[in-house]
Every structure is written in C-alpha cells, then in structure tokens.
C-alpha cells in the first residue's frame, strides 16, 4: 500500500484503510452490474439495497428503539442548523441552546432568523474551555426543545453525560462524536451528523428523529427541509448521494466487525489517552485547551509557550509526515482530531513524535 500519512484531518477526515481498499475494487464494477454504483439508478433494487443496509446498521450500531425514523439528507450539518427550527420552533414558542462553543454558536444564530431562542447555559466567558455541568441547564418546560452540541469540534470539548429533559424534546448535534461511544438514544428527539468525520466521506448527513416529531409544518417550509418529505419518502423522495451512503454503509460495517460503539470507546479512550498522557506529562510545555472535565475523546486541542514554537511544531511534524494539526484559526494551538476511523498507530507516532520535540526543544 502507498505511504498512508498520519492523518490528523479535523473532517472530512481519515477513513478505514480496509473500506478504501474495498471501495476501490467495487468502483468501475458493482457486484456484476456492468456499472459502477455511481452510474445507477438510485431506484434500483440494487442501490436500494445499500441504502436500507446503511440505515439498518445505523439502527443497530446506535441503538435505536422503535418509534425514531432515520433519514439521509444532503447540505450538511449546517442545513439541520434551519431545518431544526424551521420544522420545530413553532411561532410564539422559545428554543433553548447550550453555548458551548463555535458551532453550537452556529445553531443558535440560525435559530434565531426563525424565531424565539435562549441560552439554557454557556460557557462564553470561559472561552468555551468546558462542558457546562448538567445543574447549570435552565430552560422553561414549555422550551420548543433544548439543543447541544455533544462535541465542540473546534474547542475540542465533549459532553459526558446527557440531561434527562422530560416532556422538552433534546437535540444533539453529534457530527464530530457519533458512534465514537455508545448513547442512549431514546434521550433524544433528534440527532444529526454530517458523516464526514466518524461515518464516511462528505455528502450526506444523518438525522435521528422521533416519528411523532416529524409532523407537517408550517407551509413556508420549502419541500426539501421538511422533514416529512424525506421521512415519507425513506430518504428517495428526490436523488440521495448515492456515493457518500455506500461508503457510510461500509464504515458502519467495519464499525460492526470492531466491535460497535462500546468497540469504538475502547478504542477513542486508549488514543485520547495517549495524547493528554503527552500533554499532561510535559510540565507545561503542551497545555491542553480544554479542561479537564470536559475533554473530547475526538479532538485533542492545546497549545504551546508562542506561536512561533507552534508553527515549528506544526513545521516538522509535516516534515515527519503529519497531516492536519493545526488548530482551527478561530481557536489557534494545534488540535489532533481522532475520530473512529484513526488507527492507534497514529496515535502512538504522534505521542512519541510530541515527546521527542519536547526533549529537543523543551
Ligand atoms: N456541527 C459540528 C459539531 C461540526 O463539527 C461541523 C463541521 N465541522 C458542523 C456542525 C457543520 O457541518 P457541515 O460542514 O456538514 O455543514
């Protein structure tokens, strides 16, 4: 195989090697159809058997109880940050959002072009370091629904445990932590991930959604995001990215065979640890961003005495074959994003690689 970079990418990100591989024999012909699953019609019982095997397995690997429907949709997790309230926030009702960061920020500023939003907690003054703690949530029981960002992809924070919201509906942005643990779904009344970081390439993203929350809305809502218009329609209501869903299907495949979301925990805390051991263990000279409590087991984020001892580090550990460490500009310091599909190996290299510099620069 070609020189596989260390391969640090914040999304889309690094892909199981074994899934490329197979991939790239399925590519010019699809199980003897004389075509390329790209070249087909995605109303082929071919295509359609790939698509209702990703969401089967997307229901096992996640856990999914009765009663949730699951749907493919295209425009990213950016669309979901709209057609959340677009579909759920009904006028004269009040959305409330946890601000724990960049993209929770996103959602919110998109809530509020469609209506009535508050912060049911925020960590802005602390620069979005951590989690808020559950006890500090307060939202009215009458709230549309409550929202969260369950990993700050920028920031490099993570929810540890989920509220219990009762009778208000819980949505979790989960595009930078799906399937990286198990999770007890029926929490929630809707999760979303664009698939680019733990689920395979960019082009679709996944929506969880309780079936008694995807009623008609309002009809201003234009027919693509309307969630009942893809939930009526199993996700065929208009030309899926029939790609991106093959190759979701084998990444959930390879999930399975290593051992599903409780496999990929084992897995994402033995990396994790390895880089904030590095961290930890260096007096100083790497300090994580995060605090410690709210560390994500998917990006690893910290910084450096300056920047200009950060551009070196950024500079040789590209010549020693790194890829993608550097920090988000909006956060600056270097973030290593570890997702599901990012071998130990890696991990491993990128530790040694971190306590080597130290011991030449330190
Ligand atoms: N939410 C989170 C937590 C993300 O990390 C990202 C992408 N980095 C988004 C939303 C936006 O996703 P997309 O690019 O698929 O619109």
Known sequence: MANRAYNFNAGPAALPLEVLQKAQQQFVEFENSGMSLMEMSHRGAIYEKVHFEAEALLRELLGIPDGYKVLFIQGGASTQFAMIPMNLLPPGTTASYVATGSWAT???????????????????????????????????SDAAYLHLTSNETIEGTQWAEFPDTGSVTLIGDMSSDILCRPIDVSKFGVIYAGAQKNLGPSGVTIVVIREELIAKPANTVPTMLRYDTHAKADSLYNTPPTFAIYMMNEVLKWIK??????????????????????????????????????????????????????????KESEASGFVGLKGHRSVGGLRASIYNAVPAESVRALADFMRDFQSRNG
């Open 106 to 140: 996103k959602a919110i500023q998109e809530a509020k072009m469609f209506g009535e939003t508050s912060i049911a907690a925020s960590s802005e003054s602390d620069a979005y370091k951590r989690i808020p703690s559950l006890s500090e949530l307060k939202y009215s």
């Open 257 to 314: 065979a290593n051992g599903g979301a409780a496999g990929m925990e084992t897995r994402n805390r033995e990396k994790a640890k390895m880089l904030y051991d590095a961290i930890d263990g260096s007096n100083g000279f790497y300090r994580g961003f995060a605090e410690a409590g709210s560390r994500s087991l998917m990006n690893v984020t910290f910084t450096m005495a300056s920047e200009e001892a950060e551009k070196q580090f950024i």
